[in-house]
């Protein structure tokens, strides 16, 4: 099947500095990849779309500025946080679509964010 | 816009019987897909089954099975003969075909006892 793997799984840094989280598609060319936020026993919040060679496409309400994500490759994306604050803590999932029609996706095993 | 809604934040069952999950969703699109997700303790989403809104016939995975009622916009999940492995988190989801993005529900924390 198709392997999604996120890393760092956790990190914790200090209020001010950057983060870089790395979502690949381990054996499969993921030509669309997502970015999602997740508190403690809620939903997944769509924060952006990421297309292979073009911009990412952001969700309402979040700061394009803050959150940069790169998705340089066909098997790699990656999400920034910049000038990280104790409220971007959370827990941070991308997921892959192999493309085609249904939308199935494949998930990350998700990165664990902590700013002191 | 799409809406997934589930109406159940916990659900507990035992071990060896039947739950069902409940779902309803929301869409102005005639092509779509429903799904439910898992999330286990170890927090990695996985795949639990998938159902095409233009197929009558609801999906069945083995233990899993959907009752996909489109007229009333229902997609609920039965587990049979549940495990203590399927505690889980689980997430109902919606695929917009032209949109290109799928819209999650709240999710349902099941509970397993032994």
């Known amino acids: 099947g198709a392997v999604v793997s996120q890393h760092p799984s956790w990190v914790i840094c200090k209020s001010g500095t950057s983060v870089k989280i790395e979502c690949r598609s381990l054996?499969?060319?993921?030509?669309?990849m997502f970015w999602y936020r997740q508190f403690p026993k809620q939903s997944l919040m769509l924060m952006a779309t990421?297309?292979?060679?073009?911009?990412?496409?952001?969700e309402q309400g979040v700061e394009k500025d803050k959150f940069l994500i790169n998705h340089a490759s066909l098997t790699l994306s990656t999400l920034t946080v910049t000038s990280a604050h104790p409220e971007d803590s959370s827990f941070y999932i991308c997921?892959?679509?192999?493309?085609?029609?249904?939308?199935?996706?494949?998930f990350g095993e998700g990165s664990r964010l902590t700013v002191l | 816009a799409q809406t997934v809604t589930q109406s159940q934040p916990e659900m507990s069952v035992q071990e060896a019987e039947t739950v069902t999950l409940s779902c309803t969703y929301d869409t102005s699109e005639s092509d779509y897909y429903l799904f439910w997700y898992k999330q286990p303790p170890s927090r990695q989403m996985i795949l639990v089954i998938r159902?095409?809104?233009?197929?009558?016939q609801n999906a069945t995975e083995n233990r899993f099975s959907v009752n996909f009622q489109k007229a009333a916009k229902s997609f609920s999940l039965k587990i049979s003969d549940s495990q203590l492995g399927d505690a889980a988190m689980y997430f109902c989801a919606s695929h917009n075909t032209n949109a290109g993005k799928s819209t999650f529900g709240d999710g349902t924390t099941l509970t397993v006892k032994p």
């Open positions: 990421s297309n292979e060679g073009s911009k990412a496409t952001y």
């Open positions: 054996d499969f060319q993921a030509t669309t």
């Open positions: 159902q095409e809104a233009y197929k009558q």
């Open positions: 997921s892959a679509s192999i493309g085609g029609h249904t939308g199935e996706l494949f």
